[in-house]
């Protein structure tokens, strides 16, 4: 008798553990977010550089081109992953466009739409990943709409 008593504590203390696991996770994604002001930091850059998949592109230092990637990438607010589960490395290998601040921040965009903030994997407020690298993909490379 008392070996199954301990074993139902065990069980239902074990059961309690995963289930404070998984709502502390679930309230975290749902509350956690970072603003654009969060990564950039305050003020406007001088210099942003630009990558795509791991080669360097020229750094933008026009203010007009400064202005119109702050104008994009302040448009969105960056959460956590909202899935309990992520994708695997084999499917975070899409084309991936990265934009980084001067004080070492980036925002990264896969072709699939999967967000990176400093290389973690996040989302936007509205999961439109897609849409958005699209919208960077048209400011990196204006000639190709």
Same mark, same amino acid.
């Given at each position: 008798?008392?070996?199954?008593? +301990?074993?139902?504590?065990?069980?239902? %203390?074990?059961?309690?553990?995963?289930?404070?696991?998984? %709502?502390? /996770?679930?309230?975290?994604?749902?509350?956690?977010? $970072?603003?654009? +002001?969060?990564?950039? %930091?305050?003020? #406007?850059?001088?210099?942003?550089?630009? #990558?795509?998949?791991? #080669?360097?592109?020229?750094?933008?230092?026009?203010?007009? !081109?400064?202005? +119109?990637? #702050?104008?994009?990438?302040?448009?969105?607010?960056?959460? $956590?992953?909202?899935?309990?589960?992520?994708?695997?490395?084999? $499917?975070?290998?899409?084309?991936?466009?990265?934009?980084?601040?001067?004080?070492?921040?980036?925002?990264?965009?896969?072709?699939?739409?999967?967000?990176?903030?400093?290389? /973690?994997?996040?989302?936007?407020?509205?999961?439109?990943? !897609?849409?958005?690298?699209?919208?960077?993909?048209?400011?990196?490379?204006?000639?190709? +709409?």
């Amino acid at each position: 008798m008392r070996k199954f008593t +301990a074993l139902g504590f065990a069980v239902c %203390g074990t059961l309690l553990l995963i289930l404070l696991f998984a %709502g502390g /996770r679930m309230l975290y994604i749902k509350l956690y977010s $970072q603003s654009f +002001a969060d990564i950039a %930091g305050e003020g #406007t850059p001088s210099v942003l550089q630009l #990558t795509e998949n791991q #080669t360097a592109l020229p750094a933008v230092t026009d203010p007009q !081109q400064i202005d +119109a990637f #702050t104008a994009l990438l302040s448009g969105y607010t960056y959460k $956590q992953y909202p899935k309990f589960f992520r994708p695997g490395d084999d $499917q975070l290998t899409a084309s991936r466009l990265t934009v980084t601040f001067e004080n070492g921040n980036s925002i990264g965009v896969s072709a699939d739409g999967y967000v990176f903030v400093n290389g /973690r994997l996040r989302d936007i407020e509205g999961s439109r990943g !897609q849409e958005f690298y699209h919208l960077l993909y048209v400011l990196v490379y204006p000639n190709a +709409a």
